[in-house]
């Protein structure tokens, strides 16, 4: 199996001064190394005729790791370190995503057709006919991004200000894998009343609402009373993009080990969003044994009503041949839980349950973590096919479809494809489509 090499890794940047005599970048590289890091791209901003300045793009474990690195070039003669570029900072500077114009705007014969008097034509038209609004403004393949901050990406609720890089990142991804607008918005309270209230008065701008990060228990009921007042799409990704991805694992790990899906005993571990999303499509699909634990004796019993059972973390352990994990907590399984032949998916982000080289070397027949089992391989296609489809539900019917299309494109050996493939994507969207 595959996994990345460096994934767990921060990436920097050092850019250095090294004087123009043989040896001096050797010995740099040598020093990096010594100290474990670990040296990607090595790129010459500037020759000068005494000193070069090269980028060194340098991995490393984590901030104390760095400083053994920076610590390690100081004294080195004929070097000298400028400074440390983090580039994930780099990239969020001013935001990931912008609104730009379809259209040139240099005369004001442009003008008079985009804006007034132009304009009024196409609002005369789409209040006679109001359907005609999917046609002639963007409204049909906008997607709103909404989240209260309660749930962040593994971190929290640390607020919806502070979770706005993730709702960035979700808009990116939209746009370039799909070509739908992802406009985040940011809801500012922790009552599901004034937040389910807020989304269905924005919601004539969207074709469709992504629910994200919103914690649990309150999710569950903010999903269902949107879509309930809306005629669009409503999916809270964190429950569903999470569960069509793991489907989409299990179906190909269980065709690669010649297992039957269906017949397995699968554990959940962690009955919030992703937890409950996995279990509910999970049983949807025919999953006849779905065992599942948790902290919250309420979690166990929605759990319960969905058709689950409920078990200890031992018991989920030692029953279940597929094991899922949505805790939060690093480190909570452990490789002498891990029996032979099983097969896990700690999803926990951005650090794992267990990790993946550690469950295999334990003897487990697949383990991957959240950073392969990614929701970003769903819900750019789901909402894709659900807009072009112009469904009003986004269905379990339309979450196998996309599961299936997610198996059947990963290749020979991997649980999942390349989560940048964009005819993966297309093919989803069109299974979407199509099971609408």
Do not use: W
Request: hydrophobic content about 45%; some cysteine; charged content about 20%.
């Amino acid at each position: 199996m595959h996994i990345e090499k460096n994934a767990d890794k921060l990436v920097k940047t050092m850019r250095v001064f090294i004087q123009d005599q043989p040896g001096n970048l050797g010995r740099l590289c040598t020093a990096i190394g010594e100290v474990g890091g670990n040296i990607g791209e090595v790129k010459t901003v500037a020759l000068g005729l005494v000193r070069n300045t090269r980028d060194l793009t340098v991995y490393v474990d984590d901030e104390a790791h760095l400083q053994r690195v920076v610590d390690a070039i100081r004294p080195l003669p004929g070097i000298e370190l400028v400074e440390v570029i983090d580039e994930v900072l780099k990239r969020h500077e001013g935001g990931k995503i912008a609104v730009t114009s379809r259209y040139p705007l240099e005369s004001i014969a442009d003008m008079r057709k985009v804006y007034t008097p132009g304009v009024a034509t196409v609002c005369r038209l789409i209040q006679a006919n109001p359907t005609l609004a999917h046609r002639y403004t963007a409204i049909g393949n906008t997607v709103a991004i909404v989240t209260n901050g309660t749930a962040i990406l593994g971190l929290g609720a640390i607020g919806p200000v502070a979770g706005m890089p993730v709702m960035e990142g979700k808009a990116l991804l939209l746009e370039r894998l799909v070509g739908i607008n992802g406009v985040p918005i940011l809801v500012d309270t922790r009552d599901p009343d004034e937040f389910v209230e807020a989304v269905v008065r924005i919601a004539p701008t969207f074709g469709a609402v992504n629910l994200e990060d919103v914690a649990a228990p309150d999710c569950f009921e903010i999903e269902a009373r949107v879509q309930d007042a809306l005629d669009i799409p409503v999916m809270h990704d964190d429950q569903h993009g999470t569960a069509v991805v793991v489907l989409a694992s299990l179906l190909k790990g269980c065709a690669l080990s010649g297992l039957s899906l269906a017949e397995q005993t699968v554990g959940i571990i962690g009955l919030g969003a992703a937890g409950m999303g996995i279990a509910k499509l999970l049983l949807s699909y025919g999953i006849r044994h779905l065992i599942g634990t948790d902290l919250k004796d309420e979690a166990m019993g929605r759990l319960e009503q969905a058709g689950g059972k409920r078990d200890s973390l031992e018991g989920v352990m030692a029953r279940a041949t597929i094991v899922v994990a949505t805790t939060g907590a690093p480190g909570l399984i452990r490789s002498s839980m891990i029996r032979k032949g099983q097969v896990i998916l700690a999803l926990s982000n951005p650090n794992a349950e267990i990790r993946p080289e550690e469950a295999l070397a334990a003897g487990a027949a697949f383990a991957v973590d959240g950073k392969m089992v990614n929701n970003a391989l769903a819900f750019p296609g789901i909402f894709r096919g659900a807009l072009d489809a112009r469904v009003r539900r986004i269905t379990d019917a339309m979450k196998v479809a996309a599961a299936e299309a997610i198996a059947a494109q990963a290749p020979e050996g991997e649980l999942v494809p390349e989560i940048l493939d964009r005819s993966v994507h297309q093919a989803v969207a069109r299974a979407v489509a199509l099971a609408s």
